[in-house]
């Protein structure tokens, strides 16, 4: 990790404008398509500016940094060889690559699921408000029926007992003729955990995220690009009505970056109209009753 790329980091956390060159495109862009960051646009120049520290932190120990220790990790790696001891502890490796200590992904249900960890059988039952973390996803198994529904923001995910009409548009649309179980999943900590586990299993994928350009994105570039048409993006039967009410200012963030990506799975093509013609994006979280 270059020291550079440390100093922004701090500079952002501390609630300064950082020009956009200052941080990796993919992290940029991660950056952006959460809403830790807000592009600003002045002439030429492009900077960045905090607009959700919370989700800006999320992102910081995503890559393996603490936000309390943001500032003195920067000035640390800028430092010479002999401080190389102190930045094992503050980022887990003294050459800059960030220790993952909890590899995996968390878990949720809308009704008691069994399943299988390595030898043992598991019954996911947790409590509304909770979730479980799978750790030793290599060894995690569930039943063939089950359909794996990645929920793109934290919040969506934490509260499933409160989107119950989304559960059942989903089940309408992918289930079949049966009422198969769904496994929640989130891509938090943002890793390749998540989808290098699903394409070691046979299941379908439903992807629940923003309606928004960049929500686009994610699921062409990290879902469907491994996955194919055994991924799908879940489109409810109302969202052209809420399109019409969404945010015009999500949509101007994100223009310049998603505006006239290639849209490689055609079933989002009428999706992506209606974001350009309403010129809108809509956050999941209004799902939430």
Known sequence: ??????????????????????????????????GGVSSIVRGTRHSLRVVSR????????????????????????????????????????????????????????????????????????????????????????????????????????????RQTAVWDQILDQYGGDGVPPLLLVSRYPQSKDLVNWLKEIPNPYVHFGDFDLAGVHIYLTEFYRHLGDRSAFFVPADVEARLARGSRERFATQFARFGKMDVSDPRLEPLVQLIHRYQTGYDQEGFIE
């Not at 020291?3 to 952006?32: C, D, F, K, N």
Request: charged residues 20%; negative net charge; glycine residues 6%.
């Open 1 to 34: 990790m270059k020291s550079a790329t440390l100093q922004a980091l701090s500079s952002l956390h501390m609630g300064e404008a950082v020009p956009s060159s200052a941080l990796p495109p993919e992290w940029l862009a991660e950056l952006l398509a959460e």
């Open 54 to 161: 919370a989700a800006f932190d999320v992102f910081l120990r995503s890559k393996g940094l603490r936000p309390d220790l943001l500032g003195e990790t920067a000035d640390l790696f800028s430092a010479p060889p002999a401080s190389r001891a102190q930045q094992v502890h503050l980022t887990g490796d003294s050459k800059s690559a960030p220790l993952r200590s909890c590899p995996g992904f968390p878990v949720n249900v809308i009704s008691p699921l069994s399943v299988r960890l390595g030898e043992r059988k598991l019954l996911l039952c947790p409590c509304p408000g909770s979730f479980l973390y799978i750790s030793d996803f290599w060894n995690f198994r569930i039943p063939s029926n089950t359909i794996v529904v990645g929920v793109e923001n934290m919040e969506n995910f934490r509260f499933p007992e």
